[in-house]
């Protein structure tokens, strides 16, 4: 059957079920004239794919092609939603949390550096240099056992120890 042929019936088709078609649409996404947008998107959809290639079972193929554009639709939009803000007014601006912390959180914060400190006092010069690169200059344990001339394994334990002992004077758990 060539092109003119299929896209003939689908047309007769399409002209038969438009409004069956926009029945349907409409009932998924709550909107007559979105509904009849995304009829006529289906039409040149379905006449792409007649081009492209032949489609045995026209009917079954026009509304599940509705059906999947109904869904990308509703998908998109959830999806916006979710990423939007909408503010209704100057009161609920000021609701939202601001990123900056409170004056109770800086002062947990410098209690827990003060203890950090003390307790990289305490540990080993190596471990305390190991525990510095590693975490304040985001050197990986590799460079570290270059820079040091140790063992990438010597690395790898004294900064668990390390990190251990930080983690028991914070007051966490290790996971």
Request: glycine share 6%; proline share 4%.
């Amino acid at each position: 059957m060539d092109t003119g042929d299929n896209q003939h019936k689908l047309s007769t088709l399409f002209i038969g079920q438009r409004g069956a078609l926009i029945r349907m649409l409409s009932r998924v996404v709550g909107c007559a004239s979105l509904a009849e947008d995304l009829a006529q998107e289906t039409y040149l959809r379905v006449a792409k794919a007649l081009h492209a290639r032949p489609i045995e079972h026209l009917r079954p193929f026009l509304y599940q092609t509705a059906q999947y554009l109904a869904f990308d639709h509703l998908r998109s939009q959830r999806s916006k939603r979710r990423f939007e803000c909408q503010l209704g007014d100057d009161n609920q601006a000021s609701e939202v949390a601001t990123p900056a912390p409170g004056p109770e959180t800086q002062a947990q914060d410098q209690q827990q550096l003060q203890r950090f400190g003390q307790v990289l006092a305490t540990l080993p010069k190596r471990q305390q240099q190991i525990l510095v690169l590693h975490k304040l200059q985001g050197l990986s344990q590799g460079e570290i056992a270059q820079r040091l001339q140790v063992s990438l394994s010597t690395v790898e334990k004294d900064l668990r120890t390390a990190l251990n002992a930080c983690i028991k004077a914070t007051d966490r758990q290790i996971p």
